[in-house]
């Protein structure tokens, strides 16, 4: 795509060129990699000139099987500019919300999560990373011994809700500071869906996607 035709970076138009940026190699169903965001980020935004864990709080210490990290991406020369910008993100693991072959590597899953997140907030995405999404949570989230989880009727409203709204359901999820919305309680869930009667939809919230199988 030729100059005149890139979206300006605060359009609502830049996350879908953003998207179209993608190898397929680089997603998985659908949503990008941390090694796709790290490319299109520098093809776009500028050369990275540091990224790496700021904060690091290991399994010893931090609950069992539980590791948080906190994840700092440095940008030079942004948008052909003589800017420095930097984003920051958060990511956690622990056996409830990772699948169980990446959960013995906690701080790395966490790192990686975390790099994902600060990437794809400076990109300006909606979508998720690849690497924020398990199946393992999903099982957990409506087996039927799941006493505090989000039920699957919560879930069915909030979708419609989403979608009559067009807000992405990724996003409003990532707003309360989750990786996916099977990891919302039931309680939290009942709070968001009560907050619906005077819900305000800011602009990060805009575009729903179906998820849904």
């Keep these: 795509?030729?100059?005149?035709?890139?979206?300006?970076?605060?359009?609502?138009?830049?996350?879908?060129?953003?998207?179209?940026?993608?190898?397929?190699?680089?997603?998985?169903?659908g949503y990008p990699t941390t090694v796709g965001l790290r490319r299109v980020a520098e093809l776009v935004l500028g050369p990275i000139s540091k990224s790496g864990p700021t904060q690091v709080f290991p399994v010893?210490?931090?609950?069992?099987?539980?590791a948080t990290v906190v994840y700092e991406v440095v940008f030079s020369g942004f948008l052909n500019s003589i800017q420095v910008r930097s984003y920051s993100e958060v990511a956690d693991v622990w056996l409830g919300n990772t699948d169980a072959m990446y959960a013995g590597y906690a701080v790395a899953t966490a790192a990686t999560r975390a790099e994902g997140r600060?990437?794809?907030?400076?990109?300006?995405?909606?979508?998720?990373a690849a690497e924020e999404l398990t199946k393992q949570d999903v099982a957990q989230a409506v087996s039927a011994g799941s006493q505090d989880g989000i039920t699957p009727d919560q879930i069915s409203f909030i979708d419609t809700k989403c979608k009559k709204l067009n807000v992405n359901v990724f996003a409003l999820i990532n707003s309360l500071g989750k990786a996916s919305i099977y990891n919302v309680t039931k309680q939290e869930a009942a709070q968001l869906i009560k907050s619906f009667t005077n819900f305000e939809v800011t602009p990060q919230l805009l575009g729903y996607e179906s998820w849904r199988s």
Excluded: H, I, T
């Design 118 to 128: 600060a990437l794809r907030k400076a990109l300006k995405l909606r979508k998720c």
């Design 60 to 66: 010893d210490g931090n609950g069992p099987g539980r």
């Design 1 to 29: 795509m030729s100059e005149d035709l890139v979206p300006d970076y605060l359009s609502r138009e830049w996350p879908d060129y953003v998207m179209g940026l993608f190898q397929p190699d680089e997603l998985m169903d």
